[in-house]
């Protein structure tokens, strides 16, 4: 099973981005898809996750600006950014935890401009 984290980039105070992280090989028992961010010099913080049952939850520094969602099939989980802060930045990485275990993926940097 591999991650492949997508969508990162530069963008100004204020703007959006839609990070996308595809799964490939067959996945089975999954307990939550989540994204997770680590900014330099700080600790690696699950900023939020997506259950089978489809309920949600998310750290409280990105509350009503950020949604995620995932296809039906479990094959890509998406985290859609709004009113990105410099404090947003961060390298951005998917976590698939399953009842084997957990899954990462490479992440990918955001870079939030003030």
């Known amino acids: 099973v591999q991650l ?3 969508g990162g980039g530069l963008v100004q105070a204020g703007g959006s981005l839609r990070l996308s992280c595809a799964v490939s090989g067959s996945i ?8 997770y961010r680590q900014a330099p010099g700080k600790e ?12 949600s939850n998310y750290a409280d520094s990105v ?3 950020f949604s995620i969602s995932r296809d039906r099939a479990n094959k890509t989980v ?5 009113s990105l802060e410099p404090r947003d930045t961060a390298v951005y990485y998917c976590n698939i935890h399953t009842v084997y275990g957990p899954h990462w993926g490479q992440g990918t940097l955001v870079t939030v401009s003030s």
Do not use: C, F
């Open 78 to 82: 998406y985290l859609q950014m709004n």
């Open 28 to 35: 089975i028992g999954v307990k939550a898809m989540r994204w």
């Open 63 to 65: 509350e009503g600006r």
């Open 4 to 6: 492949q984290a997508s």
């Open 44 to 55: 690696r913080e699950r900023v939020a996750a997506i259950l089978p049952s489809g309920s």
